[in-house]
Nanobody, 113 residues
Framework: QVQLAESGGGLVQPGGSLRLSCAVS????????MSWVRQAPGKGLEWVSD???????RYADSVKGRCTISRDNAKKTTYLQLNSLKPEDTALYYC???????WGQGTQVTVSS
């Protein structure tokens, strides 16, 4: 059974940082790319970033330069480092593995003073 579990969200002031984690199980993690998607209150889903099995990365323009995705294959965990956070980054952040149509439960990031 494919499972994804996010953690690391929270309340942070503008300009602050957070590191989100996504622990996975139930598939050969090293063979698949992983994605982060977010949903802001009252808005649709927005792709944020993904990382290939080989470590190649892509970022949405909205987070480029402020965000770093990484993976630890030994721990079967994907990370999303968010820096210089803005109020518009407030959203529920989901870890996604699309080949298995698998989503985590999400972790809330709130950026507010």
């Amino acid at each position: 059974q494919v499972q994804l579990a996010e953690s690391g969200g929270g309340l942070v002031q503008p300009g602050g940082s957070l590191r989100l984690s996504c622990a996975v199980s139930g598939f050969t993690y090293t063979s698949y790319y992983m994605s982060w998607v977010r949903q802001a209150p009252g808005k649709g889903l927005e792709w944020v970033s993904d990382i290939s099995s080989g470590g190649g990365t892509r970022y949405a323009d909205s987070v480029k330069g402020r965000c770093t995705i990484s993976r630890d294959n030994a721990k079967k965990t994907t990370y999303l480092q968010l820096n210089s956070l803005k109020p518009e980054d407030t959203a529920l952040y989901y870890c996604v593995q699309s080949s298995f149509h698998a989503w985590g439960q999400g972790t809330q990031v709130t950026v507010s003073s």
